[in-house]
């Protein structure tokens, strides 16, 4: 699936979210072991990526030549500052009208409207894929992601006490989200 846009951020910089390439395996990789060391909040620690930068590569492509999933990267003065993700539930009949939503940015770029701009382009692709539902699940204590997927029209479902195992703090509870997009 493909997709670019271009945008100016609350700071006045230029940013480009634009599908990850092959080429960007590396860099990707590096912002994927950056933000997910930044937070507490995100499903994996840097320690957990079993992916090499050519495996990474390999993902971009076959992310690049999907017809119903994407994976868009935030690109400021020429850097990977932040990744979004869009995958379908599964290949089955009762399923297939689902997608699930990732997202991360890294710290020095937060509050400057990425974060935003990647869910709304992730809530555009899946509409393009035919896609009905879209789903995330966050952790409780990010009151700010929390808003920002309330304000983009994402409504809770369920939440899980357990559902994330902190290394630090122990187990945080997870907010269920979807959005409806018919």
């Not at 957990?48 to 935030?74: P, R, W």
């Not at 940015?105 to 992730?122: D, M, N, P, R, Y």
């Not at 479902?157 to 509870?173: A, C, I, L």
Request: with cysteine; net charge negative.
């Amino acid at each position: 699936m493909k997709y670019k846009k271009v945008l100016l951020l609350k700071n006045g910089v230029e940013c480009c979210l634009r599908n990850g390439m092959e080429s960007d395996g590396q860099a990707v990789l590096d912002n994927v072991r950056l933000t997910h060391g930044e937070t507490d909040y995100l499903l994996t620690y840097p320690d957990e990526n079993s992916f090499d930068a050519m495996q990474e590569s390999q993902f971009l492509k076959e992310k690049t030549e999907s017809k119903d999933e994407v994976e868009i990267v935030a690109i400021v003065d020429h850097a990977v500052v932040g990744t979004a993700g869009l995958e379908a539930v599964g290949k089955k009949y009762k399923v297939r009208h689902r997608a699930e939503l990732g997202i991360s940015v890294a710290k020095e770029f937060w509050g400057l409207g990425i974060g935003q701009a990647l869910t709304a382009a992730c809530m555009e692709c899946a509409k393009a894929a035919g896609y009905i539902q879209l789903e995330l699940s966050v952790a409780a204590g990010n009151e700010r992601a929390l808003a920002m997927y309330k304000k983009a029209g994402f409504v809770e479902y369920g939440r899980n006490p357990k559902g994330f195992r902190s290394r630090w703090t122990g187990f945080q509870e997870v907010v269920y989200m979807r959005l409806e997009l018919e």
